[in-house]
Structures are given as structure tokens and as C-alpha cells.
């Protein structure tokens, strides 16, 4: 009776193990928020992985959460959140860069280029 409160891994003495990927996954994100500015393309790609691996560590927490520590669970959802703002970051910043050119070209057309011959 005195082991209905325990999770598995402590009746077993088995201790509880890192996520997988947790750590790489927060790295990642943190580094899609810092890289969005790097016209948006390494933001995106570093966002992109860490969400594609946060799906599978975060499925992988949920078929059995007695088997990894809390804590790295918890950095998961940190490094999700970081490549989330990342992704979106980088994405305005794409779409922010498309008007400039967009901008720049519909000046450049409108330009009296005829008077510049010779």
C-alpha cells in the first residue's frame, strides 16, 4: 500500500531518464530567434527541425511520462515555444523583406529612364 503515490520508476528503482533531443531542441529554438534575422532563412530551417523534433520527443513523453524526468519535458515545451516565435519571426521578416523589394522595384519602374539615354 505504501506504493500507490510512486511512480513507476521509483517502485521498480528505476530512475528517470533525460528526453531525448530536450536539450537540442531548446538550443534550437533559441537559436531560430536569434537567426531570424539572418534574412529569415536560418531562423526558419533551425525552427522548423526543432518543431519536428519536439513533435516526436513530445509523443514519445506521453506514451510513457513515468520514464522521463519532468524537467526535460519542461525544457521541451520551452525550446517549442522559442522555434514557434522563431518560425514567426522569421516569417515576418521574409514577408517584410518582399514588400522592400517590392517597393523598390515599383520605384525603379516608375523612373524616367528616358531622360537618362544619351
Given at each position: 500500500?505504501?506504493?500507490?503515490?510512486?511512480?513507476?520508476?521509483?517502485?521498480?528503482?528505476?530512475?528517470?531518464?533525460?528526453?531525448?533531443?530536450?536539450?537540442?531542441?531548446?538550443?534550437?529554438?533559441?537559436?531560430?530567434?536569434?537567426?531570424?534575422?539572418?534574412?529569415?532563412?536560418?531562423?526558419?530551417?533551425?525552427?522548423?527541425?526543432?518543431?519536428?523534433?519536439?513533435?516526436k520527443a513530445k509523443?514519445?513523453?506521453?506514451?510513457?511520462?513515468?520514464?522521463?524526468?519532468?524537467?526535460?519535458?519542461?525544457?521541451?515545451?520551452?525550446?517549442?515555444?522559442?522555434?514557434?516565435?522563431?518560425?514567426?519571426?522569421?516569417?515576418?521578416?521574409?514577408?517584410?523583406?518582399?514588400?522592400?523589394?517590392?517597393?523598390?522595384?515599383?520605384?525603379?519602374?516608375?523612373?524616367?529612364?528616358?531622360?537618362?539615354?544619351h
Amino acid at each position: 500500500m505504501e506504493n500507490i503515490n510512486k511512480p513507476s520508476s521509483e517502485i521498480f528503482n528505476n530512475p528517470r531518464q533525460e528526453l531525448p533531443n530536450a536539450t537540442a531542441v531548446l538550443v534550437l529554438g533559441i537559436i531560430s530567434i536569434v537567426g531570424c534575422f539572418c534574412y529569415g532563412i536560418v531562423g526558419t530551417i533551425c525552427g522548423i527541425i526543432a518543431l519536428v523534433m519536439a513533435g516526436k520527443a513530445k509523443r514519445l513523453y506521453q506514451s510513457n511520462p513515468d520514464l522521463y524526468t519532468p524537467s526535460s519535458f519542461k525544457n521541451m515545451n520551452a525550446g517549442r515555444v522559442c522555434a514557434i516565435v522563431g518560425v514567426s519571426l522569421s516569417a515576418l521578416y521574409i514577408l517584410f523583406l518582399i514588400i522592400c523589394l517590392i517597393i523598390y522595384g515599383a520605384s525603379l519602374s516608375t523612373m524616367p529612364w528616358d531622360m537618362y539615354r544619351h
